[in-house]
């Protein structure tokens, strides 16, 4: 159902679909055990870091392919949209979006390439990479790194849902489990 069939003055519409939020919250969830397990648990570490990958994956095939709001040409800002999305943010008049506004999309980017990173980083520690002119210490440093400066993204990315779910007056995060928003 595409969002001109819905009625106007429809209670909720629909905007995330199941696979979205399924990938949305294991990726969320391997996140979190692969930072908790960082350095003391292998095991669980690596298997969330290649859930990981697996996730970024499928996800790049759904945003090439997949329903209107999750396809990357219908959220990817660009950088004039976003710079003046952000000052209108500033100013306290962003306008509301039913799917991701250009800050949530360009954060999703973000998110995608940091997770890539620490992942590739940590692969090649683990597996090591033929010709790669860095020293195992060094790799090291950089999926640290990379981890770290992912987990600012998360961070930013869960204070910029609460800030959007508290200028528009709607729960963004209901909105991830039940893939519903008010038109």
């Not at 990958?53 to 800002?77: C, E, K, N, Y």
């Amino acid at each position: 159902m595409s969002t001109l069939d819905i009625p106007h003055n429809a209670a909720a519409i629909p905007v995330w679909d199941r696979l979205i939020r399924a990938l949305h919250w294991t990726l969320a969830g391997a996140f979190l055990i692969s930072w908790l397990t960082a350095e003391e648990i292998m095991l669980p570490h690596m298997a969330a870091g290649f859930t990981i990958l697996a996730i970024i994956a499928i996800r790049a095939f759904w945003g090439l392919t997949g329903p209107a709001h999750a396809r990357f040409a219908g959220f990817v800002p660009s950088p004039g949209t976003l710079f003046a999305y952000l000052g209108d943010l500033l100013r306290g008049r962003a306008a509301r979006y039913v799917g991701h506004n250009p800050a949530g999309g360009a954060m999703i980017v973000a998110l995608l390439v940091g997770l890539l990173f620490t992942t590739a980083s940590g692969v090649a520690l683990k597996f090591g990479v033929p010709g790669l002119p860095l020293t195992h210490h060094q790799v090291e440093e950089l999926h640290e790194a990379a981890a770290t400066g992912t987990l600012i993204l998360v961070c930013l990315h869960v204070t910029g849902v609460l800030l959007s779910s508290l200028l528009h007056r709607e729960n963004l995060v209901r909105s991830m489990v039940t893939g519903l928003k008010r038109p």
